[in-house]
Nanobody, 127 residues
Framework: QVQLVESGGGLVQAGGSLRLSCATS????????MGWFRQAPGKERDFVAA????????DYADSVKGRFTISRDNAKNTVYLQMNSLKPEDTAVYYC????????????????????WGQGTQVTVSS
């Protein structure tokens, strides 16, 4: 059974940091691109960051560039999202996702490129 399980969410004050983790199992994702998305209440799910399997391609939404860092440890089957200088507008449920297709250096933004999704972890940033 394929599973992506996010952890590390919580409540933090503005300016603080959190590190999200996404542990994968049930399938090898070492050649999959991995992404993080978020959905705020009443809004659509938005792209946050993505990383190619080789880590040669990293992509970030403009709203998080310079504050968030995506990384992966293929030996541990885990992808991370380090979030610094958090703002109240970062409040959302954060989801990790993996592609079924193996790409060389592509880290997709469209969510329909991703076949596997976690259940999400809540991040709340207070002002």
């Amino acid at each position: 059974q394929v599973q992506l399980v996010e952890s590390g969410g919580g409540l933090v004050q503005a300016g603080g940091s959190l590190r999200l983790s996404c542990a994968t199992s049930g399938r090898s994702f070492s050649r999959s691109a991995m992404g993080w998305f978020r959905q705020a209440p009443g809004k659509e799910r938005d792209f946050v960051a993505a990383i190619s399997w080789s880590e040669t391609t990293l992509d970030y939404a403009d709203s998080v560039k310079g504050r968030f860092t995506i990384s992966r440890d293929n030996a541990k089957n885990t992808v991370y999202l380090q979030m610094n200088s958090l703002k109240p507008e970062d409040t959302a449920v954060y989801y990790c996702a993996a592609t079924r297709t193996y790409y060389n250096n592509y880290a997709p933004r469209p969510d329909d490129e991703y076949a596997y999704w976690g259940q999400g972890t809540q991040v709340t940033v207070s002002s």
